[in-house]
Antibody
Framework: QVQLQQWGAGLLKPSETLSLTCAVY????????WAWIRQPPGKGLEWIGE???????NYNPSLKSRVTISVDTSRNQFSLRLTSVTAADTAVYYC?????????????????WGQGTQVTVSS | EIVLTQSPGTLSLSPGERATLSCRAS???????LAWYQQKPGQAPRLLIS???SRATGIPDRFSGSGSGTDFTLTISRLEPEDCAVYFC?????????FGQGARLEIK
């Protein structure tokens, strides 16, 4: 059974850097992209981006200038950094298992999620 | 980016009834890569349907997905009290992947 467990600072001041980490237990780590999604209070879901175990990344253009997603294959972990945060970045942040692509076909996507981390940006 | 519009915004039904939730895309969803998620308060989203119509592991057959191109539907037959949740559609065929705004299902 695949499980994702995430952690990181929950209270930030404007202009600080958000940093979250997600550990993957069970299942294969390689071959998948690993993704971050966020949900502002009372609102819908926003995809932040994803990184493959080999290092390839895709980011939401709306956040691309401030986002870095990195993967540590030795620990089966992946991380999110979001710089220069503002109140608009206040949200619950989720890590999730991203796409598994086989010969151009997306076999699975966002099928396992972490528990979520509430991040609040306030002065 | 592809905008997904869900309707209705809120649906209120009784146990045993059938719920039909709609998701319309602003352009055709590549490969019919359309998923549905259920989210309950304080929980992460749970994958119900992928590829427009394939149920995820462990999902009861009361949940079914259909559609192609720009119009997709999630049907929940024989509603149970635990189906009370917000349901999101999600397209993952075109980057950036996007989500619908959500539809709230209330059980009377």
């Amino acid at each position: 059974q695949v499980q994702l467990q995430q952690w990181g600072a929950g209270l930030l001041k404007p202009s600080e850097t958000l940093s979250l980490t997600c550990a993957v237990y069970g299942g294969s780590f390689s071959g998948y992209y690993w993704a971050w999604i966020r949900q502002p209070p009372g609102k819908g879901l926003e995809w932040i981006g994803e990184s493959k175990h080999s290092g390839g990344t895709n980011y939401n253009p709306s956040l691309k200038s401030r986002v870095t997603i990195s993967v540590d294959t030795s620990r089966n972990q992946f991380s999110l950094r979001l710089t220069s945060v503002t109140a608009a970045d206040t949200a619950v942040y989720y890590c999730a298992r991203g796409p598994w692509v086989v010969r151009g076909v997306i076999m699975t996507n966002l099928d396992y999620w972490g528990q979520g981390t509430q991040v609040t940006v306030s002065s | 980016e592809i905008v997904l519009t869900q309707s209705p915004g809120t649906l209120s039904l009784s146990p045993g009834e059938r719920a039909t939730l709609s998701c319309r895309a602003s352009q055709s969803v590549t490969g019919n890569y359309l998923a549905w998620y259920q989210q309950k308060p304080g929980q992460a989203p749970r994958l119900l349907i992928s590829g427009a119509s394939s149920r995820a592991t462990g999902i009861p057959d009361r949940f079914s997905g259909s559609g192609s191109g720009t119009d997709f539907t999630l049907t929940i037959s024989r509603l149970e009290p635990e189906d009370c949740a917000v349901y999101f559609c999600h397209q993952y065929g075109t980057s950036p992947v996007t989500f619908g705004q959500g539809a709230r299902l209330e059980i009377k």
